[in-house]
Each structure stands twice: as structure tokens, then as C-alpha cells.
């Protein structure tokens, strides 16, 4: 039998494509799939093409597009191949909100967090990556706005922006959200001001030197330190003042100062104004952020001298 002369009931159809009754009326009023004519009771009749076009609609509908782009394809505007491009592109905008949605979802509940909380959370998180880099930007303009600072370090400060990934895993989620709020803390701001406003005063405080080397000398103190903390070391102790001792004395060479009484006053002035957890926490949120390696903290090795050397100090 000639297949042009194939007709099928809108029951026939339903029967053949798996399709309901009620679907095949949609899309035939939707311009989808046209019915070939009518019996002469008035009940649609339909032909091959109809069925093929069918198959083809429900392809596509389980595929996610929506009627508008399907009717484009039948109407051969667009190829399939094009509307598969941007659906796909479509899905993977979906998906990333899905899985930051997930991420900051499995943040709040690990932290148990208020309403207010919540919605501050969500307002972070739905930032973009130029957003997100903007209030780091006015965060750090705002702290170093009219101070004469080390440019080299100021210039480290912004490059440092954070770089939430496509796919974060909660702790960047979290790691953000923190960040967030930290710079965005009145108070968290001022203290890192006056950081500036400190560091841009004093010459000695690696200022006017040479900045790598006054970095390296931290670090090395920073280590040693934390190994003689470590050593449960009470800071009152004889024991730890004989730790402390050859420690400063290299400091303050790598410095390029001597050890003594003048320096001693100046290192426990410096822990005092730069010794910082939270600004230490600014850092190493922006590592887990970005995906840095871990940065260990040094504010307890830094803590432990000061207060051994302000208990020997007289």
C-alpha cells in the first residue's frame, strides 16, 4: 500500500507512537504535528509524515527543549544540530546553579545558621566572578586609600582576588561566604587600615627594605618558633628565653639590625600590630578558594615568642 495513503486515527497514533490522546491533540493545536484532514464525523485523521514528526517532537521534548525551538526545527529556521548547541549550553548554566546551590545548601547545613544568615549567605554566593572580585577590589582600595605602602605588597594584594571555580566544593562555598563577610566587617577593615597606616610609618618594618628578604626572615623565625613551641616550651621558662634568644639575634640580622633591647621592644610593638588571626584568615580563605596549597598558620609560633620575650624583657 502506498504510504502517502496511510491514515491513522488520533487512537491509531496514540496506540503506535506511546503517545496520550490528549498529547497528540496539543501538539497538533501547537502547529506541530498537523493533522492531514478530518472523516466526515469531524475526528482528525493523520498521516505517516505525522507520525515520524512524533517521534521526532518527543525526542526533543525529553531532550528539554521547549515548544518554541522544536516548531523552529520542524519549520527547518534552525538545524537541530544548532538548538542541541545552545540547549547544552543552557543546561550547563543549569547545572552550575544546581551544584552551587548543592555546595551552599550542604554549607548551611553544617553551620546551623539563622534566617538573616541564610539570606546573607545566598546574596554571597549568587555573586558573579566579577562581582565577587569588585568587592575584594574595594575592600583592599578602601584600606590602602591614601597611605604610602609598600607598592610590591600592595600590588600582591590585589592580584590576590578569589577565583570560586565552575564547580565548587562547599568548603570554597564556605571559604567565599566567610571571606565575604570578613571584608565587608567595619571593624575587620579598620584593623587592616591601621596595618597600613603602621607599615607605611615605620622604615624598619620592611617597608623601605628589601621586602623579600624581610618575608624570608619572618618565615624562617616563624618556623623555628613553632618547633620550639611545639616543645610545650613554658614562655616564663629559662628554657624558652634560651630558644628565643638565637632566634631574634638571626631575625634581626635577616633584617638587617642587631639584637638587644631597642629591637626586642620593636619585635613585641610589630606582633602587636601585624600578628594577626584574622588577617592570616583573610589569606588562607583565598587559598582554599583559589585551590592553593594549604597555608599553615603562624600566628601561634609569632604569639608564643612575644610573650616569652615580654616575660624576660626586664
Do not use: C, K
Request: a negative charge.
Amino acid at each position: 500500500m502506498d504510504s502517502n495513503r496511510l491514515r491513522y486515527s488520533i487512537g491509531q497514533l496514540s496506540r503506535l507512537t506511546g503517545l496520550p490522546v490528549r498529547t497528540i491533540r496539543f501538539y497538533g493545536d501547537a502547529g506541530l504535528v498537523p493533522e492531514s484532514g478530518r472523516t466526515p464525523a469531524g475526528y482528525r485523521w493523520y498521516g505517516l509524515e505525522a507520525a515520524e514528526r512524533l517521534g521526532l517532537v518527543r525526542s526533543l521534548r525529553e531532550l528539554g527543549l521547549g515548544l518554541p525551538a522544536i516548531h523552529r526545527v520542524l519549520a527547518h529556521e534552525v538545524t537541530i544540530a544548532q538548538v542541541a548547541a545552545t540547549h547544552a549550553e543552557a543546561i550547563d548554566v543549569q547545572i552550575r546553579t544546581l551544584r552551587l546551590r548543592r555546595a551552599l545548601l550542604t554549607v548551611i547545613a553544617e553551620r546551623g545558621v539563622t534566617p538573616e544568615e541564610v539570606e546573607l549567605m545566598h546574596r554571597l554566593a549568587q555573586l558573579s566572578e566579577a562581582e565577587r572580585r569588585r568587592m575584594v577590589e574595594d575592600f583592599v582600595d578602601e584600606v590602602f586609600a591614601g597611605v604610602d605602602a609598600n607598592p610590591d605588597f600592595v600590588a600582591q594584594m590585589r592580584s590576590a582576588l578569589p577565583d570560586l571555580p565552575v564547580d565548587p566544593s562547599p568548603d570554597q562555598v564556605d571559604a567565599w561566604i566567610e571571606l565575604g563577610e570578613m571584608i565587608s566587617d567595619p571593624d575587620f577593615r579598620r584593623r587592616i587600615r591601621l596595618m597600613a597606616e603602621s607599615y607605611a610609618e615605620d622604615p624598619s618594618s620592611g617597608n623601605r627594605g628589601d621586602q623579600q628578604a624581610a618575608s624570608a626572615a619572618g618565615l624562617a623565625f616563624a618556623g623555628a618558633a613553632e618547633e620550639a613551641r611545639a616543645r610545650g616550651l613554658d614562655p616564663a621558662s629559662p628554657e624558652a628565653a634560651a630558644a628565643v634568644g638565637p632566634l631574634l639575634a638571626e631575625y634581626a640580622a635577616g633584617l638587617g639590625r642587631r639584637d638587644g633591647a631597642e629591637f626586642r621592644e620593636w619585635f613585641l610593638g610589630m606582633v602587636d600590630t601585624f600578628v594577626d588571626r584574622q588577617a592570616e584568615r583573610y589569606w588562607q580563605l583565598l587559598g582554599i578558594i583559589n585551590g592553593w596549597p594549604p597555608i599553615p598558620s603562624t600566628v601561634p609560633a609569632w604569639e608564643w615568642a612575644a610573650e616569652t620575650v615580654r616575660a624576660h624583657l626586664s
